[in-house]
C-alpha cells in the first residue's frame, strides 16, 4: 500500500532541489515593513480625523478635519505606489496593506477619535523623520521628508483643535454649572416663601395627631415643622 511507503527510501535523484523546498515565510525587510507601517497609519490617521470631524465643533473647524483626513488618504495612496516600486524592485509578491479605510467601533467618540490621532500624527512626524535618509530613490526620500514636516505642521494644527475644544468644553460646563445655580436659588427662594405656611401647616397637623393619639404622626409632623423653621 502506498500509505506505507516511507520518504526515507525515495531515490535521491527523485528528491526536490534545497532550492525548491518549502522555506517558510519570506523574511521581512525593514524598508518594506516601514512602508506599511506608514500606510496603515495614514489609513488609520484618515478614520480618526473623519470620526473626530463629526464632534461639536463649528463648521470651520469639521471642514479642517475632513480636510487632515482627506490629505492622509492622499499620503497612503502615493506611499502605496512607492511600496509597489519597492516590492518590483525586491522581487517578492507581498500585497499592500491600506486598500481601504481603517474602521473605528462605533463606541469611539470623537473627542477619543481627536485624542488618538494626535499621538499617531506624532508618531508619524517621528517615524519619517528617522527613515527618510533610509532609501535610495531620491523622489521617496523626498516624498518622506514633506511628509515628516507635514505631520509636524497637522499636529501643531490638530493641537489648536483640541484646545479649542476643550475650551468650549470648560465653557459649556461652566455655563451648564450657572444655569444649575440659578435653578436652585429660584428652589431656595419659593421653599423660604412658603416655609411659614409649611411650619404652621405641620403645627396644626401635629397638635390634631396628638389629640387623636396618634403620637407618631405627631412626632412626624413636628419633625417636618422643626426642618422647615431650621
Do not use: N
Not at 469639521?62 to 488618504?73: I, N, Q, S, V
Not at 505631520?151 to 476643550?166: F, K, T, Y
Not at 397637623?205 to 426642618?227: K, N, S, W
Request: proline share 5%; glycine share 6%.
Amino acid at each position: 500500500m502506498l500509505a506505507t511507503a516511507t520518504t526515507s527510501a525515495a531515490p535521491a535523484a527523485l528528491a526536490a532541489p534545497a532550492a525548491l523546498r518549502p522555506q517558510g515565510p519570506a523574511p521581512s525587510h525593514p524598508l518594506l515593513d516601514f512602508l506599511d507601517r506608514a500606510i496603515r497609519r495614514e489609513r488609520r490617521l484618515e478614520a480618526l480625523l473623519r470620526r473626530a470631524a463629526r464632534g461639536r465643533f463649528d463648521e470651520e473647524t469639521r471642514e479642517r478635519l475632513r480636510f487632515e483626513a482627506y490629505e492622509d488618504r492622499e499620503h497612503a495612496r502615493i506611499l502605496r505606489r512607492h511600496r509597489l516600486d519597492l516590492v518590483r524592485e525586491l522581487g517578492v509578491r507581498l500585497p499592500a496593506p491600506g486598500a481601504r479605510v481603517a474602521k473605528v467601533g462605533a463606541t469611539v467618540t470623537p473627542e477619543a477619535a481627536l485624542s488618538e490621532s494626535l499621538r499617531l500624527r506624532a508618531g508619524a512626524r517621528d517615524d519619517f523623520g528617522m527613515h527618510h535618509g533610509a532609501f535610495e530613490d531620491r523622489f521617496l526620500r523626498k516624498f518622506l521628508e514633506v511628509l515628516h514636516r507635514a505631520h509636524g505642521e497637522g499636529l501643531a494644527r490638530l493641537r489648536e483643535v483640541a484646545a479649542a475644544a476643550d475650551t468650549a468644553y470648560r465653557q459649556r460646563d461652566a455655563a451648564a454649572a450657572l444655569t444649575g445655580y440659578r435653578e436652585a436659588a429660584r428652589l431656595a427662594r419659593a421653599l423660604e416663601s412658603r416655609a411659614p405656611a409649611v411650619r404652621d401647616e405641620a403645627l396644626q397637623a401635629g397638635a390634631a395627631a396628638l389629640a387623636a393619639g396618634d403620637q407618631p404622626g405627631a412626632i412626624a409632623q413636628y419633625e417636618r415643622a422643626l426642618a422647615v423653621s431650621s
